[in-house]
């Protein structure tokens, strides 16, 4: 999971629509490739960036699950003593 915010291509500062698309879509890109195990082709960029309720309500309970296994995997491994 430590070389999924390398492979990101993030575009700073973002000056327009295209730059928040291509940013979003990176994210999406990065959590279907690296992360998690199922398609995210229902969810782009642009539908995001455009304020597309269904994509923004799917996107944020990926990232909400991807946070929980996250924090799941931290709590674990403090329990067995591998992190302080």
Sequence with gaps: MNDL????????PVRNLADEI?????VIN????????FDLSHISGEQVANGDLY????LLEILTDVYHWIKNDKDEGVE?????
């Excluded at 915010?5 to 700073?12: A, G, M, P, Q, W």
């Excluded at 291509?22 to 990176?26: D, K, L, R, S």
């Excluded at 994509?55 to 799917?58: A, C, I, L, P, R």
């Design 80 to 84: 067995l003593g591998l992190f302080v």
């Design 30 to 37: 990065a959590l279907c490739f690296d992360t998690v195990e």
């Design 22 to 26: 291509h940013n979003i879509q990176c």
């Design 55 to 58: 994509s923004m309500e799917d």
């Design 5 to 12: 915010f390398l492979t990101i291509d993030v575009r700073t």
